[in-house]
C-alpha cells in the first residue's frame, strides 16, 4: 500500500444466516486480538437475534457490529421486517446492503437497495454496499459495464455529504462461497474501476476517502496478497468470517501490512 494511502483496512466479517446467541458470545470471547485502530477496522455483520448480544460484548472493544440487511422505511406495516432507525436505536453501526444473495434470492434489486442506501444514511449508519458480475457476466466481458451500472443506480442521488458513511463491496457472485477467489490482479482491476466510477459519480478527491472490499472465498491464506493491492482497502468475509481463529489472523495480517 503506498504511503500517500491513508485509507484504513476494513476486516469485516459477514457470518450469513450462521451463529446462534451462545456462539455468539463464545466468538467474541475468543476475539481477544490487537490491532492499531488507525490502520484496522473490524466490523461483524451478524443475524438480527444476535446484534444485541454482540453489541453487549463488544461495548468496550474496537469491534464493530452491524446487520445484514434492512427495510427502507423508519417504520409501519412491513411484517417481518428491520428498519434502519431500529438498527440505530440499539447501537448497531454498519449494515451491509445489496449482497448478491439478497438479490437473488429476495428480489433485490439496485433501486431497492438505493431506497435502502438513502435510509441508512439519513439515520446515520454505515452502509457497506455489494456489487458484483456473475459468471456469465465475466465471460461475455461485461463485468464493467454490470458494476458501473450497479454503482449508478445504488448510489443515485446520494449527497457528497455523506459519501463517509459508505463503503464498496466488490463481490463477483462467481467466487462467493466456493472457493475460487479472485486473482488478486481481477480484483485490483475491478476495485480500480470501482474507484473511478465513483469519482465520476462524485469528484475524485472524495473517490479517493471510499473504503473499496474484496468479497468471495477471502481467508487467511489469501487476504494478505488481496488487502495490498492499491484500490483494496480490505475484504468482506463470509465462510471463513465464522473461525475466530482464522478471523483473528486477518485481522493480524491486515495490522501488519
Ligand atoms: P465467502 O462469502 O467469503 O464465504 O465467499 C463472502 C460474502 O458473501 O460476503
Redesign the pocket.
Known amino acids: 500500500m503506498s504511503v500517500l494511502n491513508k485509507r484504513k483496512i476494513l476486516v469485516a466479517g459477514?457470518w450469513k444466516m450462521n451463529n446462534n446467541n451462545k456462539e455468539t458470545e463464545a466468538f467474541l470471547e475468543n476475539l481477544n486480538v490487537e490491532f492499531n485502530n488507525e490502520k484496522v477496522e473490524v466490523l461483524l455483520c451478524v443475524p438480527y437475534t444476535n446484534l444485541g448480544v454482540a453489541l453487549n460484548l463488544t461495548k468496550n472493544s474496537n469491534v464493530k457490529i452491524g446487520a445484514q440487511n434492512c427495510h427502507f422505511k423508519e417504520n409501519g406495516a412491513y411484517t417481518g421486517e428491520i428498519s434502519p432507525l431500529m438498527l440505530k436505536e440499539i447501537g448497531a453501526e454498519y449494515v451491509i446492503l445489496g449482497?448478491s444473495e439478497r438479490r437473488e434470492y429476495f428480489n433485490e434489486t439496485d433501486e431497492t437497495v438505493n431506497l435502502k442506501l438513502q435510509a441508512v444514511l439519513k439515520n446515520e449508519l454505515k452502509a457497506v454496499v455489494c456489487v458484483g458480475e456473475t459468471l456469465k457476466q465475466r465471460e461475455d466481458k461485461i463485468t464493467k459495464e454490470i458494476i458501473s451500472m450497479q454503482l449508478k443506480k445504488g448510489l443515485k442521488n446520494i449527497l457528497e455529504e455523506h459519501v463517509k458513511n459508505i463503503i464498496i463491496a466488490y463481490?463477483p457472485i462467481w467466487?462467493?462461497?466456493t472457493g475460487k477467489t479472485a486473482s488478486k490482479e481481477q480484483a485490483q482491476e475491478v476495485c480500480e474501476h470501482i474507484r473511478n466510477v465513483l469519482g465520476e459519480i462524485f469528484s475524485k478527491e472524495k473517490a479517493e476517502e471510499i473504503l473499496i472490499l474484496y468479497?468471495?472465498?477471502?481467508k487467511a491464506v489469501n487476504c494478505e496478497e488481496i488487502f495490498k493491492q492499491k484500490d483494496i482497502d480490505g475484504g468482506?468475509?463470509?465462510?471463513?468470517s465464522l473461525n475466530v481463529s482464522e478471523f483473528k489472523e486477518m485481522i493480524s495480517i491486515a495490522n501488519g501490512i
Open positions: 459477514n449482497h463481490e467466487a462467493i462461497g468479497g468471495g472465498s477471502v468482506l468475509i463470509g465462510g471463513a
